[in-house]
T-cell receptor, first 113, second 111 residues
Framework: EAQVTQNPRYLITVTGKKLTVTCSQN?????MSWYRQDPGLGLRQIYY???????DKGDVPEGYKVSRKEKRNFPLILESPSPNQTSLYFC????????????FGPGTRLTVL | KQEVTQIPAALSVPEGENLVLNCSFT??????LQWFRQDPGKGLTSLLL?????REQTSGRLNASLDKSSGRSTLYIAASQPGDSATYLC??????????FGSGTKLNVKP
């Protein structure tokens, strides 16, 4: 089954404790992206990647890191999480080009205390 | 920076009614536009994708149109059903591979 998977689905952590949210897709997609969704603000793009070793900032990259060492994986790293990073996070992937729709993972609900 | 607005924020209709959801964007230099539905506690499900060179796309009871010059897209849902109740999001792809989402329209279809 074609899908985007994220782990963990739920995470409660404390300020300053490094964490990684994994994202994997099995569709051989070139493009992958991370978003956060907050009430009243909608989804905002954090980082995206056009292919292996090619990443770029979205609209809200501060406090986040990403890497793309393999085509299928695109982990999101929070080196020193803060409470304002409490949010619902989504990973998405698509083929390259404007005719390719984005497919989304199920989301990771992160709470930073 | 691209700004995407969806109106109305919420909509309640009786079952069987045809309805239109609106999405407007400020920069007409777009890559594509995609409509999604989001159910509570779930991820996003893609409904329709319109490339910048297209005017509309159809899938079943759904029809999405795009007017780049006026910065507008509409999602038309025919013969609405209670199962259509969800939040509908539009996402605009820019020419620099970034995507911008509206805040969504929460639709409630009453039996």
């Amino acid at each position: 089954e074609a899908q985007v998977t994220q782990n963990p689905r739920y995470l409660i952590t404390v300020t300053g404790k490094k964490l990684t949210v994994t994202c994997s897709q099995n569709m051989n997609h070139e493009y992958m992206s991370w978003y956060r969704q907050d009430p009243g603000l909608g989804l905002r793009q954090i980082y995206y990647s056009m292919n292996v070793e090619v990443t770029d900032k979205g609209d809200v990259p501060e406090g986040y890191k990403v890497s793309r060492k393999e085509k299928r994986n695109f982990p999101l790293i929070l080196e020193s999480p803060s409470p304002n990073q409490t949010s619902l996070y989504f990973c998405a992937s698509s083929g390259a080009g404007p005719y390719n729709e984005q497919f989304f993972g199920p989301g990771t609900r992160l709470t930073v205390l | 920076k691209q700004e995407v607005t969806q109106i109305p924020a919420a909509l309640s209709v009786p079952e069987g009614e045809n309805l239109v959801l609106n999405c407007s964007f400020t920069d007409s230099a777009i890559y594509n536009l995609q409509w999604f539905r989001q159910d509570p506690g779930k991820g996003l499900t893609s409904l329709l994708l319109i490339q910048s060179s297209q005017r509309e796309q159809t899938s079943g009871r759904l029809n999405a149109s795009l007017d780049k010059s006026s910065g507008r897209s509409t999602l038309y849902i025919a013969a609405s059903q209670p199962g259509d109740s969800a939040t509908y999001l539009c996402a605009v792809g820019s020419n620099f591979n970034k995507f911008y989402f509206g805040s969504g329209t929460k639709l409630n279809v009453k039996p």
